[in-house]
């Protein structure tokens, strides 16, 4: 049962900390997403990946935020240094190349809480 | 204004009842509409697909298209318990899944027995 994975599922940390969110695409899937999702924005395109070069990161606060694919099984999010404002939900979704629809898997989540 | 408009709700029905959720959007070079289901603490699924203007029917879920009006319809019949969860729009200009997609920001549909 192929399936996005991504740890971890819950991360509480302090102001100013760094965290890095892992995520592992279905295998065969050359298109990784990053979003972050909220009660007030909803769920917002952060950055993604085509055979693991960045297509566009435009979504993404640059100064503080970083993503990148050292290997076709592994995408990572960081953030440094943290910020409440950033406590959300993250989600990696994989994509293959010429899947049927628009269809994207999604992960579980990484439920962040920045105190 | 957003690209994609979704009235958040929360909405809540009896069991059997007939569902009706709707976005619209401003982008008139989207052609591929999609609805996204997420239950509580898991991702967004896809759950039904549908290119340009029309509907399209898979058991009790239908999805509407009017490009004219910009707006997309997920109607649900004889609605089921096991519906309660969030529906998300999303829309694409392209086709593929590695495209980028629009989500609106969900409708919260509860089912109450």
């Known amino acids: 049962d192929a399936r996005v994975t991504q740890t971890p599922r819950d991360k509480v940390t302090e102001m100013g900390q760094e965290v890095t969110m892992r995520c592992q695409p279905i295998l065969g899937h050359n298109t990784v997403f990053w979003y972050r999702q909220t009660m007030m924005q909803g769920l917002e395109l952060l950055a993604y990946f085509r055979n693991r070069a960045p297509l566009d990161d435009s979504g993404m606060p640059k100064d503080r935020f970083s993503a990148e694919m050292p290997d076709a099984t592994l995408a990572t999010l960081k953030i440094q240094p943290s910020e409440p404002r950033d406590s959300a939900v993250y989600f990696c979704a994989s994509a293959r190349p010429g899947g049927p629809g628009n269809e994207q898997f999604f992960g579980p989540g990484t439920r962040l809480t920045v105190l | 204004q957003k690209e994609v408009e979704q009235d958040p709700g929360p909405l809540s029905v009896p069991e059997g009842a007939i569902v009706s959720l709707n976005c619209t959007y401003s982008?008139?070079?989207?052609?591929?509409f999609m609805w996204y289901r997420q239950y509580s603490r898991k991702g967004p699924e896809l759950l039904m697909y549908t290119y340009s203007s029309g509907n399209k029917e898979d058991g009790r879920f239908t999805a509407q298209v009017d490009k004219s009006s910009k707006y997309i319809s997920l109607f649900i019949r004889d609605s089921q318990p096991s519906d309660s969860a969030t529906y998300l729009c999303?829309?694409?200009?392209?086709?593929?899944?590695?495209?980028?997609?629009?989500f609106g920001k969900g409708t919260k549909l509860t089912v109450n027995p």
């Open positions: 999303a829309m694409s200009r392209f086709q593929g899944g590695s495209e980028k997609l629009v």
């Open positions: 982008n008139s070079a989207f052609q591929y």
